[in-house]
Nanobody
């Protein structure tokens, strides 16, 4: 009932920047949290950043000061601006939306940071 479509992934050199976008559609309520997670092979999926309907944000310690999450509620779109990228940021990045007991995921987009 909820679909998430991601874009913006790609290859970038260390120190560079990238912006990810995720557009949500379907049965979306007034109160929800959208966010970004990332995963590398053999590791658990980990939280990168969250943003609530009110605009409150939460960041992983590893990206604080470098990444910024924002949203356009009218478009049901969430963004992740990534600055000063490091090779350890390389991962598949997933968009997520949570409301009540429902959690929806995007298909994932690859971000590769070369040294």
């Amino acid at each position: 009932q909820v679909q998430l479509v991601e874009s913006g992934g790609g290859l970038v050199q260390a120190g560079g920047s990238l912006r990810l976008s995720c557009a949500a559609s379907g049965n979306i309520g007034s109160f929800n949290t959208m966010g970004w997670y990332r995963q590398v092979p053999g590791k658990q999926r980990e939280l990168v950043a969250l943003i609530s309907s009110s605009g409150s944000t939460n960041y992983a310690d590893s990206v604080k000061g470098r990444f910024t999450i924002s949203r356009d509620s009218a478009k049901n779109t969430v963004y992740l601006r990534m600055n000063s990228l490091k090779p350890e940021d390389t991962a598949v990045y997933y968009c997520n939306l949570v409301q009540y007991i429902m959690s929806a995921w995007g298909q994932g987009t690859q971000v590769t940071v070369s040294s």
